[in-house]
């Protein structure tokens, strides 16, 4: 697995959020994830809405996974 990958990823199931994912050991990543879906929601939402992005992958393909999930208005406030 890879960082692109990843990203595609949860872009793909997030539509208009924006995903930086770093990792070079091709098992532990971290993700910071920017996404208006994340409004109003706690950060165990959030996680799961990006777990649920990467399905079975978690767990496999990917050992570990630091998430920051942030709203726009979180970034720029």
């Known amino acids: 697995m890879d960082r692109d990958t990843i990203r595609q990823l949860i872009e793909g199931q997030l539509p208009g959020c924006e995903a930086l994912v770093e990792g070079d050991d091709g098992v ?24 649920g992005a990467l399905g079975e992958r978690m767990g496999t393909d990917i050992h570990a996974l630091s998430i920051k999930a942030m ?3 979180e970034v720029n406030g």
Not at 33 to 44: I, N
Request: aromatic share 12%; net charge positive.
């Open 28 to 51: 532990h990543f971290s993700a910071r994830v920017v996404a208006s879906q994340f409004a109003g929601k706690s950060t165990l939402e959030r996680h799961r809405m990006i777990y």
């Open 71 to 73: 709203t726009p208005e």
